[in-house]
T-cell receptor, first 114, second 117 residues
């Protein structure tokens, strides 16, 4: 079945540095790739998503890139701040008609040190 | 973005009792709601998908008689954990989707922490 691998599992950066998280998916028919941020004890919050007809999307300090040929996508956070510290999950889905089951990666625990 | 709420935020119950968790979409009508379970330091595991007015579709390995799901309206879905046992202790999170408004996007609730003693 569909599988999403996420790396690294933990990431520690200094405030102001950039952070990159990478994910690889197995289903070549996947066409929707969201990223979620989960703070301790809370539900996941959508931070950015990208569809397969787009190679890159940016929203202020956050950007996502997609390489369909290699079946991988990445989250880039620039100018990191302590409040960016959280667990980040990537996901992939084959959106077809009315059904899309998200397949999540294992998560990346990001720590931003002041 | 859209707002999804869950109630209660946390619950402690005795082994053998049943617990109901509510999931509401506050500012949109959700044709599909999803229920996930998350163990500490692990990823989200999809338990079931429910469409308004129809039976839920459960993922492999999830007991439908133990985890009862009711999606009675376009803004409310409930998960009932029947005859709860300590191994059911977990963080339960719902998400909601409205294809007409948000296409593929799922919005998550804040989660419900269940502790079974």
């Amino acid at each position: 079945g569909e599988n999403v691998e996420q790396h690294p599992s933990t990431l520690s950066v200094q405030e102001g540095d950039s952070a990159v998280i990478k994910c690889t998916y197995s289903d070549s028919a996947s066409n929707y790739f969201p990223w979620y941020k989960q703070e301790l004890g809370k539900g996941p919050q959508l931070i950015i998503d990208i569809r397969s007809n787009v190679g890159e999307k940016k929203d202020q300090r956050i950007a996502v890139t997609l390489n369909k040929t290699a079946k991988h996508f990445s989250l880039h956070i620039t100018e990191t701040q302590p409040e960016d510290s959280a667990v980040y999950f990537c996901a992939a889905a084959r959106f077809s008609g009315g059904y899309n089951k998200l397949i999540f990666g294992a998560g990346t625990r990001l720590a931003v040190h002041p | 973005g859209a707002v999804v709420s869950q109630h209660p935020s946390w619950v402690i119950c005795k082994s053998g009792t049943s617990v109901k968790i509510e999931c509401r979409s506050l500012d949109f009508q959700a044709t599909t709601m999803f229920w996930y379970r998350q163990f500490p330091k692990q990823s989200l595991m999809l338990m079931a998908t429910s469409n308004e007015g129809s039976k839920a579709t459960y993922e492999q390995g999830v007991e439908k008689d133990k985890f009862l799901i009711n999606h009675a309206s376009l803004t409310l879905s409930t998960l009932t954990v029947t005859s709860a046992h300590p191994e059911d202790s977990s963080f339960y999170i719902c998400s909601a989707r409205s294809p007409l408004v948000f296409k593929e996007t799922q919005y998550f609730g804040p989660g419900t922490r269940l502790l079974v003693l």
